[in-house]
C-alpha cells in the first residue's frame, strides 16, 4: 500500500527556517516526479514546487521562489522542502504528492504555523 | 499557465437530491500518452484530500458508485446520483497535464446538505 508520511511542521518565527520532509513507501519513488502542496487555513489548494525524478529540474510558484528548495533523496524514499525567510502567509498544511496525481491517497500533512 | 475554473463554488443540497459540480481548463488536458489528466479530489471537514476520481472518470477504490466523472479536452464533471451525510465537504478538480511548473487546482466547490 503506498503511503506519504510529511514531517517537520511546526511553530517558527516570520524569517526563520524549517525542513519539511516526505517519506514514501509503497511504491517505487524514483520513477515519479514530486510535488509540494499547501493548504492555508480555510483556503484550497495551492501548488508549491515541483521536482523531476531524478532532482535535476526543479519549478517553484512565485510565492515561494528563492526562499524554498525543494529536493529527494531517491536512495531514502525522501523527498524534501527547505524553507527559509518564512513569512506569516506561508502558514499551512503542506502536503507531498505526486505531479500528475497518480496516488490516490494523501498523507495527513505537516502543519507549519509563522508567528511571532 | 493553466487555469482551472470551477462551478458552483457553493453547493447546498437535499439529502437524495443530485449534485454535479463542472471544472473547466484554459488548455486541453489530453496528453500524448493517450491519457487525460483530471482528478477530483474530496476534502471532507478536518480531514485530508482524498483522490475520488482519477484520470476524468475512474473511480479510486472504496469510491461509491453514486460519484462519476465524465468529461474531455477543457470541460469537465463530476455527479454525485444521491447526495449523502458523509458527502459534505469541498470538491476540487485537479489537471496534472501540463507542468512544468506544476499541477493546478480548481478554487474549490463547498457542498452542503440544505
Known amino acids: 500500500e503506498m503511503q506519504l508520511l510529511e514531517s517537520g511542521g511546526g511553530l517558527v518565527q516570520p524569517g526563520g527556517s524549517l525542513r519539511l520532509s516526505c517519506a514514501a513507501s509503497g511504491f517505487t519513488f524514483s520513477i515519479y516526479a514530486m510535488i509540494w502542496v499547501r493548504q492555508a487555513p480555510g483556503r484550497g489548494l495551492e501548488w508549491v514546487s515541483s521536482i523531476t525524478t531524478n532532482g535535476d529540474n526543479t519549478y517553484y510558484a512565485e510565492s515561494v521562489k528563492g526562499r524554498f528548495t525543494i529536493s529527494r533523496d531517491n536512495s531514502k524514499n525522501t523527498l524534501y522542502l527547505q524553507m527559509n525567510s518564512l513569512r506569516a502567509e506561508d502558514t499551512a498544511v503542506y502536503y507531498c504528492?505526486?505531479?500528475?496525481?497518480?496516488?490516490?491517497?494523501w498523507g495527513q500533512g505537516t502543519l507549519v504555523t509563522v508567528s511571532s | 499557465d493553466v487555469v482551472m475554473t470551477q462551478s458552483p463554488l457553493s453547493l447546498p443540497v437535499t439529502l437524495g437530491q443530485p449534485a454535479s459540480i463542472s471544472c473547466r481548463s484554459s488548455?486541453?488536458?489530453?496528453?500524448?500518452?493517450?491519457?487525460?489528466?483530471l482528478n477530483w479530489i474530496q476534502q471532507r471537514p478536518g480531514q485530508s484530500p482524498r483522490r475520488l476520481i482519477y484520470r476524468v472518470s475512474n473511480r479510486d477504490s472504496g469510491v461509491p458508485d453514486r460519484f462519476s466523472g465524465s468529461g474531455s479536452g477543457t470541460d469537465f464533471t463530476l455527479k454525485i446520483s444521491r447526495v449523502e451525510a458523509e458527502d459534505v465537504g469541498v470538491y476540487y478538480c485537479m489537471q496534472g497535464r501540463h507542468w512544468p511548473p506544476g499541477p493546478t487546482f480548481g478554487q474549490g466547490t463547498k457542498l452542503e446538505i440544505k
Open positions: 504528492n505526486d505531479v500528475r496525481g497518480n496516488f490516490d491517497s
Open positions: 488548455q486541453s488536458l489530453e496528453y500524448s500518452d493517450g491519457n487525460t489528466y
